[in-house]
């Protein structure tokens, strides 16, 4: 059964579940964007799910709220703990929340912790990569749901699900491991069990997950003049027989990395022009400056990317349409077929995108902002100046 607030039990503030109850409630606390959308679209499946993987003897009662406290840069134990407060709130025995904050402990990159104290587990969703999310999240709640519910029923209860793997199961989601958090984290933060990045294919994933929040492919409408100004450059471009003298001389080796300075100047310019390169004052941002400004560059080159491969298909179909065969052969002095004007279509793509760069600088600064970054991001520079806490938590 799924709720949309999940219903009151008469004792709010226990930790913990008390034997075998006729049915569990499990809430979903999501942060806005993504995490909500993909907390709705798992919750219809989980109980059944549950009562598979957890205790097939009790029925599961799945609810999902949105809190943008799981979307603001709190620091450890502080996420946890706005969980428990809610589960409390809301009468929930368990609770797994999803937050969009990439989650560093002593160091590490964390996807989730497990409190049994406090009835709530913490799952950073940007850690799980891009590539199938939906799967990947509802595989973890699962996994965490579980989790609690075996550390927080009454002692001797003991159901094992046909699922296996009980609580002390090393094995998550992705590159992520079961670790063992540090005594300072322990004390501190009550966490149980640490599900942790163990090599460098985390924190790729997490940077594909961060690049997939702000979702790039956004930007193309908002750089329409850009697209525009390049488009007509490059269709000028292959009207100009020196043009396809150029382009004919410089030669396979050398279109590459024409490609790639056409694409490095029109992201340069994008971030400069619309001030999207973060500098922060206080010293303690400072150190996830690289981090942010990482996700910024990557997102607005996805974006260029996605513009620079429509171009290249317009102006080839242009150059193939407009441009004579006899003539161009002329003019080439030996004969022309596809490669010819793939070539042609390549270098002035690599023109006209430099061209667009200078497109791009007219582009209001606020619907760049818009479509270059997510909840996440937006978020994050609504409280710039408010709030202290905008990184990604750590301890």
Request: with cysteine.
């Amino acid at each position: 059964m799924v709720n949309g607030e999940g219903a009151r039990h008469p004792d709010e503030n226990r930790p913990a579940l008390s034997g075998y109850a006729d049915s569990v409630a499990l809430g979903l606390i999501a942060a806005p964007d993504i995490p909500e959308k993909i907390a709705r679209e798992i919750a219809a499946g989980l109980p059944e799910l549950l009562s598979g993987r957890a205790d097939d003897r009790v029925s599961w009662n799945v609810s999902v709220v949105v809190d943008p406290l799981t979307g603001t840069g709190l620091e450890a134990p502080d996420i946890l703990d706005v969980c428990r407060d809610r589960r409390r709130r809301a009468g929930w025995d368990l609770a797994v929340c999803l937050t969009d904050l990439p989650v560093y402990r002593g160091g590490r990159l964390v996807a989730a912790d497990v409190s049994a104290k406090r009835g709530v587990a913490g799952l950073s969703v940007p850690a799980l990569g891009a590539a199938r999310l939906g799967p990947k999240v509802r595989e973890a709640t699962l996994r965490l749901a579980r989790e609690l519910y075996e550390r927080t029923k009454a002692p001797g209860a003991g159901a094992t699900s046909p699922g296996g793997g009980g609580p002390r199961s090393a094995e998550f989601v992705g590159p992520f491991r079961r670790v063992d958090p540090p005594d300072e984290d322990m004390r501190a933060m009550d966490v149980d069990a640490r599900f942790a990045a163990t090599g460098p294919r985390g924190h790729l994933g997490l940077w594909a997950g961060m690049v997939s929040a702000n979702r790039p492919w956004k930007m193309l409408p908002a750089f329409k003049g850009a697209i525009a100004a390049a488009f007509a450059t490059g269709a000028y471009a292959l009207v100009i027989p020196s043009i396809w003298l150029l382009a004919d001389a410089v030669g396979w080796a050398r279109l590459p990395a024409l490609m790639v300075a056409a694409i490095v100047a029109m992201v340069a310019w994008i971030i400069v022009a619309h001030h999207l390169w973060e500098r922060p004052q206080d010293p303690e941002q400072r150190k996830w400056a690289a981090l942010y400004n990482g996700v910024t560059v990557m997102t607005v080159s996805a974006a260029v990317l996605c513009a620079y491969a429509i171009l290249f298909f317009l102006i080839f179909v242009v150059a193939w349409v407009f441009v004579p065969g006899g003539y161009f052969q002329a003019t080439l002095k030996h004969p022309v077929g596809f490669v010819e004007y793939l070539t042609l279509a390549w270098f002035g793509t690599s023109l006209a995108t430099v061209a667009g760069a200078l497109g791009a600088g007219l582009e209001d600064e606020e619907t760049v902002r818009e479509a270059s970054y997510g909840y996440r991001q937006r978020r994050r520079h609504e409280d710039d100046g408010d709030e202290s806490q905008d990184g990604p938590a750590e301890r």
